[in-house]
């Protein structure tokens, strides 16, 4: 080989790393019962019967369910009148915190997304200590 000519194995070694995290990507797969091959069938449970495919982290109802909470909550409304245009809404859902006030319109939105979260028996992103549901309606917006 000379100077001029490159190593053929050279353009290899670059992938290795890439091809190596892709072969212990597949192992940790594999052992966490996951089958890596396209279109693969679910593997049959004992009483012969198959189950259905885990969803997708990113699309798993729960994950939907918690990031349709998080939207409500960021596009909903704090604005107000009085006191009893204000309610609480529950933490522990998506980037909910441990709960807040919005207007009770915004509220209704969250409420729907909420019983479904829970009928799904999504589990909490966050464990909350109760706290007393008092809101206000001071300068046109509700506040805790």
Known sequence: ??????????????????VRCVQLLSFALSLAGCDTRAGSAPAPLPDGTTAAP??????????????????????????????????????GIGKSGCGGVLNKESLSKLDVIAKS???????????????ACQPRCEAGHCKR
């Open 1 to 18: 080989m000379t100077p001029e000519q490159p190593s053929t194995n050279a353009g290899h070694l670059r992938f290795a790393p890439v």
């Open 54 to 91: 885990t969803p997708d982290p990113i699309t798993h109802p729960c994950v939907v369910a918690a990031a349709q909470y998080s939207i409500a909550i960021e596009k909903g409304s704090d604005a107000c009148a009085s006191d009893a245009d204000c309610g609480c809404y529950q933490g």
């Open 117 to 131: 979260f829970h009928a799904m028996k999504c589990q909490p992103s966050v464990d909350c200590a109760a706290w």
